[in-house]
Every structure is written in C-alpha cells, then in structure tokens.
C-alpha cells in the first residue's frame, strides 16, 4: 500500500500592515490621554483654582406694611457679594437675577448687568428692593399679619448667575452660581437674622 500523501491546511498569514498603524494609533493615543491627565492635575496642583461664588452678606427690612384691605408694602436692602478667591484669574459674572418672594409671591426681582470680579477680589451689589403696592389673598394676609405679631417675617431668595472664568492654560470654566435660601427678619427694628445664604459648597 502506497503511504498516503499529507497536506497542509494551514496557511502562514503576514500580519495586516493596517492592523498595526490601527495599534500604534491606539497606543500614542493612549499615551497622550495619560500625558494629558498628568498635565492637567500638576497644573491644578500649582494654580489650586477656586470656585467663584455669590452670598448674602447682610440685610435689613427698611419697611413692611400690610393694610385692612390686604395691600402690602414692603422695601427691603440686601448686600449680595460675588467673590473670586482665585490669586491668577478674573472672573465673569453675567445674567444675574433673584427673586424675592414673601409667602409664595414675588415682591422683587433683583438684577444687574454683567460685570468683572478681579483676582483674589469681591465686588458688593447693594439692592435697594421697594416694591409696588401688592394685593395679597386672604390667607397670605392673614400668614403676614401673624409673622408680625411673632416678630418674624421670611422672604425666600432665588435665582443665579452665570459664571465664566478660566483656569491658567488648562482652558475655561463656565456654570451657574445659584441661590435658594430664606432671609428672616425682626420686623419690629428690621434686623436681619444671619443665616448661610451662598452659592459656595458647604
């Protein structure tokens, strides 16, 4: 019996020169990811950015009044404060405005016009909030009437604005400063009673 001949089924296949540009793309591209994270922390390392800002520094009911007919008057002046603790950049505030409400109605809407805060610096807004003669409902009458005779009235703030800054060569940072907080009174001498009202994180 003759011996049977063997053959091969298997091939030597050269490796796609594709598949390796595809691999080397791959791996300088992951090298520069990692680079770049490296870069990007030492550099936040050095400049130690920190975040802009808005409070409430201070506030005063100037003058509250609620006839039988359950007409409101009210001015009320409140300091709102932007600051910026970064030593190496200026920051932008823009589109800044806040309600200000008493018992679910708005009573006042502060605003301003964009502005700059510069390095390591604070800018003041002093709104002097008078408002217009308000019609209230009875049960909102009657919830004013009661927080003067307790010698405390609430205003609930909200609003925001925008911020813009940049941090060093690590590019721009933009986002909202946003309140939501109550400022409460004495409405006998209109003496405000100091609480945290702040966009900063606790």
């Known amino acids: 019996m003759s011996p049977k001949s063997k053959f091969s089924t298997s091939r030597e296949r050269a490796t796609n020169p594709l598949v390796w540009c595809g691999a080397i793309i791959c791996t300088i591209l992951t090298i520069a990811v990692i680079i770049g994270g490296i870069v990007t922390f030492i550099g936040y390392l050095v400049i130690h950015p920190r975040v802009p800002y808005v409070s409430v520094m201070d506030a005063h009911l100037d003058h509250i009044q609620i006839d039988y007919e359950g007409i409101l008057e009210i001015q ?4 709102i404060r ?37 390095k390591n610096s604070s800018v003041d807004f002093n709104y002097v909030v008078p408002s217009s003669p308000i019609p209230l409902r009875p049960d909102q009458a009657e919830d004013v009437d009661a927080g003067l005779k307790k010698d405390l009235i609430i205003f609930d703030l909200k609003g925001s604005s925008r911020v813009r800054w940049r941090i060093g060569s690590l590019g721009s940072v933009r986002y909202f400063c946003r309140l939501d907080c109550q400022l409460r009174f004495h409405p006998l001498n209109g003496t405000y009673i100091p609480s945290r009202c702040s966009s900063k994180a606790k």
């Open 76 to 79: 009320v002046t409140i300091l």
């Open 82 to 118: 932007a600051q910026n603790g970064n030593e190496k950049a200026h920051a932008s505030f823009s589109d800044s405005s806040y309600s200000l409400s008493l018992n679910r109605e708005v009573v006042a809407q502060l605003v301003a016009p964009p502005f700059e805060v510069g």
